[in-house]
T-cell receptor
Framework: QKEVEQDPGPLSVPEGAIVSLNCTYS??????FMWYRQYSRKGPELLMY????GNKEDGRFTAQVDKSSKYISLFIRDSQPSDSATYLC???????????????FGKGTKLTVNP | DTGVSQDPRHKITKRGQNVTFRCDPI?????LYWYRQTLGQGPEFLTY????????KSRLLSDRFSAERPKGSFSTLEIQRTEQGDSAMYLC????????????FGPGTRLTVT
């Protein structure tokens, strides 16, 4: 079993739909929970992060973490064609030396929003 | 452009050849990371530098791989005797010290081994 599980999709929705993306994880040592967006042939860019259980909202995006269930979600409201991309969940794990973290990613979910 | 830059963007090489990639992090970011992303997968951590010191290496980083950050600025990743299984996107990320946790990714170098 991988540390982070994410349904790769693909997911296709009409413009204006609410999108729900999810990941589960098994490692209780994960500290930060993040969602990255990756357009084709580009590097990932951070969308949202959370540290504790609960919801965090930023415009049309809401990130949700449930540490007791080891489950995180990203909701996109009023989805737009420009939201079409691969969405990667990522979780930070402390690196032994240097006081930093490495990221453990899910496989990514490919989302297409149709006009 | 003040983001992370990587060079080359795409490299095609024959099996058995050596390749070297370069990453220029965001200025004054003292933390630098290399990840590898294969088709249909998320990025996987390879190695981490704080300034010029390489502090963490993944078991994915076999003896054929070596990374350096000689002056604590740019970094290079070299793969010797490339194999077809090395074909992937190699991503570099950087981060400042302090409380910020966000890793800023570059556009990646896509390696194709024929």
């Amino acid at each position: 079993q991988k540390e982070v599980e994410q349904d790769p999709g693909p997911l296709s929705v009409p413009e204006g739909a609410i999108v729900s993306l999810n990941c589960t994880y098994s490692n209780s040592a994960f500290q930060y929970f993040m969602w990255y967006r990756q357009y084709s042939r580009k590097g990932p860019e951070l969308l949202m992060y959370t540290y504790s259980s609960g919801n965090k909202e930023d415009g049309r995006f809401t990130a949700q973490v449930d540490k007791s269930s080891k489950y995180i979600s990203l909701f996109i409201r009023d989805s737009q064609p420009s939201d079409s991309a691969t969405y990667l969940c990522a979780m930070s794990l402390r690196i032994t030396q240097g006081g930093s973290e490495k990221l453990v990613f899910g496989k990514g979910t490919k989302l297409t929003v149709n006009p | 452009d003040t983001g992370v830059s990587q060079d080359p963007r795409h490299k095609i090489t024959k099996r058995g050849q050596n390749v070297t990639f370069r990453c220029d992090p965001i200025s004054e970011h003292n933390r630098l990371y290399w990840y590898r992303q294969t088709l249909g997968q998320g990025p996987e951590f390879l190695t981490y530098f704080q300034n010029e010191a390489q502090l963490e290496k993944s078991r994915l980083l076999s003896d054929r791989f070596s990374a350096e950050r000689p002056k604590g600025s740019f970094s290079t990743l070299e793969i010797q005797r490339t194999e077809q299984g090395d074909s992937a996107m190699y991503l570099c990320a950087s981060r400042p010290s302090g409380s910020s946790y966000e890793q800023y990714f570059g556009p990646g170098t896509r390696l194709t081994v024929t």
